[in-house]
């Protein structure tokens, strides 16, 4: 299969995996850390949820690799998760990575979820409840 060119022809494969919690587009500054790297590097969010992220990165990270995150949810509000590297997928000369949030905080998925309810409530209430009959 060939690399995808364009982050648009990552959102078909995206699309197609069924997450109890949605992921947002967004995209947001992050800062990243390899576990045992002591160099925090600069990136943007592809997507977001509270269970994980996609982020695009200048290197590529190898599945199973840990990383520490600082994800800036606006200007002035971040949160700081730890998550494990899934995935990484070569785009436009630079990779997409999948990352699985582990042992995030109460706090942490709180506030991910309040930024993400107020980006978009419509798609967070129809996801949650699809296919309930709302009349």
């Known amino acids: 299969m060939m690399p995808p060119e364009s982050l648009e022809s990552i959102s078909q494969f995206?699309?197609?995996?069924?997450?109890?919690?949605?992921?947002w587009e967004v995209s947001n500054r992050i800062l990243y850390q390899v576990q045992g790297d002591g160099q925090r590097?600069?990136?943007l969010s592809h997507d977001l949820s509270c269970a994980g992220?996609?982020?695009l990165t200048e290197e590529s990270?190898?599945?199973n690799e840990k990383l520490q995150l600082t994800i800036y949810l606006d200007r002035e509000v971040s949160v700081r998760v730890d998550g494990r590297v899934c995935w990484s997928v070569p785009v436009a000369k630079k990779h997409l990575?999948?990352?699985?949030?582990e042992q995030t905080s109460r706090k942490a998925q709180d506030l991910i979820l309040k930024y993400a309810f107020e980006l978009d409530r419509a798609k967070l209430v129809r996801h949650w409840f699809k296919g309930w009959d709302t009349a």
């Open 41 to 43: 590097k600069e990136s």
């Open 14 to 23: 995206s699309g197609r995996d069924k997450r109890y919690l949605p992921r």
């Open 53 to 55: 992220a996609s982020i």
């Open 97 to 101: 990575i999948g990352i699985n949030f």
């Open 61 to 63: 990270i190898t599945p």
